[in-house]
């Protein structure tokens, strides 16, 4: 934790708030910028609750996962002077009430977007793309069309593309719909600004240009209401989003240059990758040398499919992994937090590679994804929080963790249930047999038949949702090209899931609840560990967003594009701060020599910090 001293940029933010100044943070890694955002927050409740309160207002801070909001509202006692949210429920639960403008949002400004850009794909020609781009507009026109006529309430669904006839917004219109809103209707500015006369907009960085500039425009005259904005351009690993951030004319930009959370060898090499923020060692750190080593390993030249690589090779990689591991004697220390490229490299190596497929191919939207990732999608809910800890407790032998399982999962058991009458003995000779009966059925069944076990026995709370796809016929084959099927994709997903049995669904639990050693890069960010390893290899991490061997080593490996440069750049900045002490990089590449002797050239790491396998 960073010490409780406040230092020279918490100073200057709560010298913004009491002049009611907006200002920007940007905040290195390790800076302690959540400890900043949460003593600026109480700042405010203690010299202005009182009169908020009275007032019926509210202190908004923005994040961008349920996890964070959860963190955030506990460090903060739960209080309900804050309203602590994610960006989509605070911009849909603002705009949603709204429904004229919001349908005379989509008529005038959204769906005329996606026809100019849907248009601009189109050069005439017979091309897919071409073709494509032609059948976009006609269905954007006749969508709009049907908007205009019937004029239907406007909500927000878990769809890949929008259906603008129904006026149901998927994720990305919900930003864009709400950002024009906001941006172009001076009532509801005011409205904002009245109602939360203090906005603060964690990862700042991760938000989109569009939401900057809405909520900008609430806070852009002097004094109340005021934006701050936390967050780190160098930190920026999204797509599409804002990377640097500015608030309104006449904010205060703020910078936190110390690192509490690394050694003195980690902020070397973290300096080398950026050049507006060099930071220095602070805090219990600040006398830990510690060590980075980079381990450099010969690829195996591509053989699979479109330069993949093939079963055998995949292998031979995961064998020079662990030589790594056995190298630096990091075999089996349960201090070491191994970061991969992708998940898809995890699930590979944990035994879940069928349903991180599944949830993330052609049947997946960003949402359902998204949600596959947090570990609450509405498919695999009930075997997270009820029917795995169910098995495993009842493998255990854990009579006492079955039992309150099922008190709070199960409609059965609870205390209005249909076991509401048996006595404690009774109860668990009753949750004895059900749970032995679900470990039974764990191996061999698929996953709907599992479900509909729970069901017929009231294991379960089935959601709605989850019941009408276990009642229903399964879809025909599913048509990439017909617009009804992409958007109804969710049902052959479910088809597909119920014919999985459960056997990667442990492992995929075990890595949730961060039983595993592993996480990737993404998912490790905000986190740190004492010892880390970040494996590199772009061939088994199967991506073009990203190149780690062209950005690192240009010469070796052909240059990066702009692209590329700048967001790999940025990855390897939140991947390699997460250590606390040690870094170990395994990087492959197909000429290790040459690659060991550009990285010295390039002034990344010194001829003593490489090594070779």
Same mark, same amino acid.
């Given at each position: 934790m960073p010490d409780l001293k406040p230092t020279e940029a918490d100073d200057e933010i709560a010298s913004c708030i009491d002049g009611n100044t907006s200002f920007t943070v940007i905040a290195g890694a390790g800076s302690g910028k959540t400890t900043s955002l949460i003593e600026a927050l109480n700042k405010i409740r203690c010299?202005?609750?009182?009169?908020?309160?009275?007032?019926?207002?509210?202190?908004?801070?923005?994040?961008y996962t349920n996890r964070a909001v959860a963190v955030i509202s506990s460090r903060l006692g739960?209080? #309900? @002077?804050?309203? *602590?949210?994610? =960006?989509? !429920?605070?911009?849909?639960?603002?705009?949603?009430?709204?429904?004229?403008?919001?349908?005379?949002?989509?008529?005038?400004?959204?769906?005329?977007?996606?026809?100019?850009?849907?248009?601009?794909?189109?050069?005439?020609?017979?091309?897919?793309?071409?073709?494509?781009?032609?059948?976009k507009v006609e269905r954007l026109q006749s969508e709009l069309a049907a908007l205009i006529e019937?004029?239907?309430?406007?909500?927000?669904?878990?769809?890949?593309?929008s259906n603008y006839s129904k006026c149901l917004l998927n994720h990305d219109d919900v930003i864009d719909v709400a950002s024009h809103l906001i941006a172009t209707k001076p009532m509801l500015q005011?409205?904002?600004?009245?109602?939360?006369?203090?906005?603060?907009?964690?990862?700042?960085?991760?938000?989109?240009?569009?939401?900057?500039? #809405? @909520?900008?425009? *609430?806070?852009? =005259?002097? !004094?109340?209401?005021?934006?701050?904005?936390?967050?780190?351009?160098m930190q920026q690993i999204y797509d599409k989003r804002a990377g640097y951030f500015s608030g309104p004319e006449g904010s205060v930009p703020i910078t936190k240059r110390e690192n509490f959370r690394c050694s003195v060898?980690?902020?070397?090499?973290?300096?080398?990758?950026?050049?507006?923020?060099?930071?220095?060692?602070?805090?219990?750190?600040?006398?830990?040398?510690?060590?980075?080593?980079?381990?450099?390993?010969r690829a195996p030249d591509p053989e699979g499919i479109r330069r993949t690589y093939t079963p055998e090779q995949l292998d031979h990689v995961s064998g020079m992994f662990h030589q790594a591991l056995e190298n630096w004697e990091w075999n089996n220390d349960p201090a070491v937090k191994k970061l991969f490229l992708a998940r898809q490299m995890i699930a590979r190596r944990l035994n879940f590679s069928k349903l991180h497929r599944l949830f993330t191919g052609v049947y997946s939207s960003s949402r359902s994804q998204s949600d596959y990732e947090d570990g609450t999608h509405y498919l695999l809910k009930p075997f997270l929080e009820v029917i795995h800890p169910l098995v495993s407790?009842?493998?255990?032998?854990?009579?006492?963790?079955?039992?309150?399982?099922?008190?709070?999962?199960?409609?059965?058991?609870s205390s209005s249930g249909a076991n509401k009458e048996k006595s404690l003995k009774q109860m668990l000779n009753r949750a004895s047999e059900v749970s032995r009966q679900l470990s039974d059925l764990w191996g061999v069944a698929t996953t709907k038949e599992i479900l509909k076990y729970c069901e017929g026995h009231a294991l379960l709370s089935i959601s709605d949702r989850l019941s009408l796809q276990l009642e229903r016929d399964a879809r025909d084959d599913f048509d990439a090209e017909n617009e009804d099927h992409q958007r109804d994709k969710g049902d052959w997903l479910a088809d597909e899931f119920f014919k999985m049995d459960c056997r990667e669904i442990a492992p995929y639990a075990d890595?949730?609840?961060?039983?595993?050693?592993?996480?990737?890069?993404?998912?490790?960010?905000?986190?740190e560990y004492p010892k880390v390893l970040v494996m590199i290899d772009d061939v088994e991490a199967s991506w073009n967003t990203y190149s780690f061997g062209k950005t690192l080593t240009p010469g070796t490996a052909g240059e990066p594009t702009e692209r590329q440069a700048e967001l790999t750049r940025k990855l390897a900045y939140v991947c390699f701060s997460r250590a606390e002490i040690d870094l170990r990089i395994l990087f492959f590449s197909l000429d290790p020599e040459k690659a060991g002797c550009e990285l010295i050239e390039r002034g990344l790491f010194t001829k003593e910090q490489i090594s070779y396998i």
């Open positions: 010299a202005r609750g009182s009169q908020l309160r009275e007032r019926g207002q509210k202190v908004v801070c923005i994040t739960f209080d #309900a @002077l804050y309203f *602590v949210t994610t =960006l989509h !429920g605070f911009l849909w639960g603002e705009v949603s009430r709204f429904q004229a403008p919001l349908r005379e949002a989509l008529v005038e400004h959204v769906i005329p977007g996606h026809i100019d850009k849907a248009q601009e794909a189109d050069n005439g020609g017979n091309s897919q793309r071409a073709i494509a781009a032609r059948k019937n004029s239907p309430p406007v909500n927000y669904a878990e769809t890949t593309a005011k409205g904002l600004g009245f109602k939360y006369p203090y906005i603060f907009v964690d990862e700042a960085q991760d938000t989109f240009p569009q939401v900057m500039t #809405a @909520l900008n425009s *609430v806070c852009a =005259l002097e !004094g109340l209401p005021i934006i701050g904005y936390f967050g780190d351009p060898s980690v902020i070397n090499l973290l300096n080398k990758f950026r050049g507006d923020v060099e930071q220095f060692p602070a805090g219990k750190n600040a006398d830990v040398e510690g060590s980075v080593e980079i381990t450099i390993a407790s009842s493998t255990r032998g854990d009579s006492k963790r079955v039992l309150d399982v099922l008190r709070h999962g199960s409609p059965a058991f890595f949730l609840d961060e039983n595993s050693p592993f996480s990737t890069q993404h998912g490790s960010k905000g986190e």
